[in-house]
């Protein structure tokens, strides 16, 4: 339970945060008008792969969105932390082992991930009365959350700048969550951008989370994701172990 | 308590600590003096673990600080010179986060003590943002106290203070100093050091470059100095430096101007030693 200070640390400052306006906006704004305007504008006439929009779209935005929220709460807190505020020096000068530093931002970021998908699968319920998801979604849903917090802790460390941060989410995660099947299926893209979406970790999060069980499709999505979480988790534990001003 | 060897940090080519060797013995108050730029936070970051040494060695209580980290972790706490606390969170929350990293138990009784002592128990549930610059810095001073460290480091504990709050500091300082706490501070003020500490580092450009009391440093370079204005109204005051009064007033004697003698203090210490201002 090493871990459990550095949690409670970020679940507090989250709380403040939470009755904030602008986490409000810049979290879920976007996320539920993509699920309105989208739902409303094309659910009732489109169908993919035999199954209507609407249930295509929610899973999409649900990951969608706990990968933004993991990744830009856990890497904006970390980097402002370290290099505006100075407030992550005092968890790096605890006592505390690197791995207990990692787990603990890395569980703060799933809550915050969590939330925010958990918004908008209850508008998909609410507004749509649609609830297409299984266990195995939920199983595509965590290891989503465990990457991109893992991802937030690397980037959070590594950039140099605050302003940084915006080239990440803009060159990378923005790019990420329009090309890898949230909104309509990779299948119809060209060869080539096929080729550069297997290589995205939100494609393998949206193959799994629309799926209905445990089959042989899934084996290779929840191999990818463990495997890119694992990495990312030992980068991020191993830059918290070096880190040096 | 606290020894280093050759402790050496390079920021790419540029040299911030040159080969610095010192030894702090246990329940000594120490201050490394020196103007901005000399080195003086590289080197308190590098003593914390928040710094790799480039080169050279660092022991706390016989502990090797990169080898050991986490024991050492244990022992010391910062004090740092930018407030590094959660500002969102209020005085009391600090304070509970901070004892719950450093594993404190039942941290509660001592956190209301600690804020007592601190005079900021009145403050407990203010939001950290809002106190005053003295008030964040005994914040600061109250949550490093929370872990019982055996060693504080202060950086600049009164930098931008008003006077009379920079006196609070010090009063609060002593009253760590007389609970047996070893203390490595760093300052540009030359009251400061003089008044606090037991033993002063004069560090210029990275290099330590004398060592010793208050009193021996100032007898080094003499314990009077003869100020002589510029005779020709440009303003300026040579200080000539002089081994006891008798020689003081001879150079006087010898002077046109009028001329002021004062006993020596370390801002001579230090110009002697360097030709810079601390003070800057």
Known sequence: MNWYPVFYREMLLFKKKL???????????????????????????????????IEFLIPGIAAMTSMTNS?????NSLSMGRLFFKSFQVVIQSPLPHFSIMTGIVFSGIVKGALASAVIVLAGL??????PFSLVSFLGLLLNLILFSSMGVVAGLLIRYPEDNAIYTNFFIMPMAFFSGTFFPVDNLPAAVKGIIMFLPLHYTNILIRSDELSKEVILP????LAVSITLFLCGAKLIKNYSE | MIRTENLTKYYGSKCAVNSVSFNIRKGEVFALLGPNGAGKTTTIKMLTTLSRPTEGKIFINNLDVVVDQLKVKRLVA?????????????????MLVYGMLYGVKEPGPKIEKNLDALGLLKERD?????LSGGMQRRLLIA????????????????????????REIWDIIRNIRNNGKTILMTTHYIEEAEM???RIGILSHGSLIAIDTPGNLKDNIGRYVVEIPSSNGSGRTERVICRDRAEAEETARRSDNRVVIRPANLEDVFIQLTGEMVEG
Not at chain 2, 78 to 94: A, H, I, K, T
Not at chain 2, 145 to 163: A, R
Request: glycine residues 8%; negative net charge; contains cysteine.
């Open chain 2, 126 to 130: 203010t939001i950290a943002e809002v």
């Open chain 1, 126 to 131: 609410i507004i749509f009365r649609a609830f």
């Open chain 2, 143 to 166: 949550k490093a106290l929370l872990s019982e460290p055996d060693v504080l480091f202060l950086d600049e504990p009164t930098v931008g203070l008003d006077p009379h709050v920079r």
């Open chain 1, 222 to 225: 929840i191999s990818v994701l």
């Open chain 2, 196 to 198: 606090l500490c037991d």
């Open chain 2, 78 to 94: 910062v004090v740092p010179q930018v407030g590094n606390f959660d500002r969102e969170l209020s005085v009391y929350e600090n």
């Open chain 1, 19 to 53: 009755c904030k306006l602008g986490y409000v906006f810049s979290s879920l704004l976007f996320p539920v008008l993509y699920l309105v305007a989208f739902g409303m504008g094309l659910g009732r006439r489109v169908n993919i792969e035999g199954t209507g929009y």
């Open chain 1, 71 to 75: 990744y830009n709460l856990v890497s």
